[in-house]
Every structure is written in structure tokens, then in C-alpha cells.
T-cell receptor, first 114, second 111 residues
Framework: DQQVKQNSPSLSVQEGRISILNCDYT??????FLWYKKYPAEGPTFLIS?????DKNEDGRFTVFLNKSAKHLSLHIVPSQPGDSAVYFC?????????????FGTGTRLKVLA | DGGITQSPKYLFRKEGQNVTLSCEQN?????MYWYRQDPGQGLRLIYY???????QKGDIAEGYSVSREKKESFPLTVTSAQKNPTAFYLC??????????FGEGSWLTVV
């Protein structure tokens, strides 16, 4: 049962344009969501997170939107830069469960074209 | 510097051999995790631990074992029972359901 899904395995965007990466989840008890960026043979790097009490969180070029009714979150990168080319993972957890278990999606490979 | 240290970066295992991957963190995090990533795949949870001397199986625990004798350390042993151990292994830690942080990863290859 894949509780966190990233249905687009890859995305290509022109430099300077907006990149939108999507993530869906099935467990309505998830209340904290995170996005990570990963280069090959390296550990994922934390980008941005959002609590379920918010619907938007912004940090520089990165904005995460959360639509709880649709169980959907998205990461917007504006403007996209060639250095943003990497695999992006979304993750979700239920902070009130006491088990601190994080579920990751399968990732979306972003390629920013110069 | 605070962070998560995994070692070794590259490890080769012979058939039928057990190997142990080390993970140490100095972030004072309560919870620690082991994930596995196969080429082109996502991150799958092997084991996780919320406190010292306690750990739980993740989604793919078969063929793996862990221990949590110290808060800072969470070593993963890949046993001979793991039939397809070649993968990239990631250790992570978090503080009580907040942001989870990762180490640099370890490559394990069966030779």
C-alpha cells in the first residue's frame, strides 16, 4: 500500500520557468509533510516542510502548497535553475502517533534545461 | 559540526557474509532510521528506533538486523539471509516527528 505517491517519474523545465512537483497521500492522519532533494550517490537534503495547519509555506524560491481535502501537496520552484536538476522526494508523517515514522514517495526526477 | 556520519561509503560483500554499516549522529535526536534505495526507486524503510534499546521493523526488514545501545549509534547488519543486498543505504535521524535528516549514504555491492 503506497501511502505517498509521486505519479510523475520525471519532469523537464526550461531554465527560469516554474517547476511544479506533485505528491498525493492516502492517509488522512498525516499532519507533517516534507520535500527533499537528492543527487546521485548522496543523501537527501531537506528543502521545505509544511504542517497540516497551514496551506502554504515559502522559503526563497521554494513554495509548498497543501490541499488537505484533496490529500495533495505540491512543490513550486521559481525560477528554476540548472542546479535544481535532481530527484525530489516528498515525505509524510503523523506527528501525533508517537512512532515518528516517515513515508516517502518514489521521487520525481527534475531536469532543468539551460 | 553536527550531523549524521555513515561508514563505510563503499562496501563489498561476498556471498554468505554478514556486513555491518555504521551510523552515528551528534544531533541529539531521539529517533534513527535505515532506508534502502535501489536504482530508480524510492526510499524504503528497513528499521527505525525511537529510543535506546528499542527498534521496530519497517517495510523490508527481512535479512537485516539493528541495535540501538546508544542514542548516537544505530548500526545496520546485512545478513546472509538478505538475498538481494546490493543497494544504496541511507541512515537518518529526527527529533520527535520533526524534520528528518540523512547521512551521505553507503553503497553495498555483492561480489
Amino acid at each position: 500500500d503506497q501511502q505517498v505517491k509521486q505519479n510523475s517519474p520525471s519532469l523537464s523545465v526550461q531554465e527560469g520557468r516554474i517547476s511544479i512537483l506533485n505528491c498525493d497521500y492516502t492517509n488522512s492522519m498525516f499532519d507533517y509533510f516534507l520535500w527533499y532533494k537528492k543527487y546521485p550517490a548522496e543523501g537527501p537534503t531537506f528543502l521545505i516542510s509544511i504542517s497540516s495547519i497551514k496551506d502554504k509555506n515559502e522559503d526563497g524560491r521554494f513554495t509548498v502548497f497543501l490541499n488537505k481535502s484533496a490529500k495533495h501537496l505540491s512543490l513550486h520552484i521559481v525560477p528554476s535553475q540548472p542546479g535544481d536538476s535532481a530527484v525530489y522526494f516528498c515525505a509524510a508523517t503523523r506527528t501525533t502517533s508517537g512512532t515518528y515514522k516517515y513515508i516517502f514517495g518514489t521521487g520525481t526526477r527534475l531536469k532543468v534545461l539551460a | 559540526d553536527g550531523g549524521i556520519t555513515q561508514s563505510p561509503k563503499y562496501l563489498f560483500r561476498k556471498e554468505g557474509q554478514n556486513v555491518t554499516l555504521s551510523c552515528e549522529q551528534n544531533l541529539n535526536h531521539d529517533a534513527m532510521y535505515w532506508y534502502r534505495q535501489d536504482p530508480g526507486q524510492g526510499l524504503r524503510l528497513i528499521y527505525y528506533s525511537q529510543i535506546v534499546n528499542d527498534f521496530q521493523k519497517g517495510d523490508i526488514a527481512e535479512g537485516y538486523s539493528v541495535s540501538r545501545e546508544k542514542k548516537e549509534s544505530f548500526p545496520l547488519t546485512v545478513t546472509s539471509a538478505q538475498k538481494n543486498p546490493t543497494a544504496f543505504y541511507l541512515c537518518a535521524s529526527s527529533y520527535r516527528g520533526s524534520t528528518i535528516y540523512f547521512g551521505e549514504g553507503s553503497w553495498l555491492t555483492v561480489v
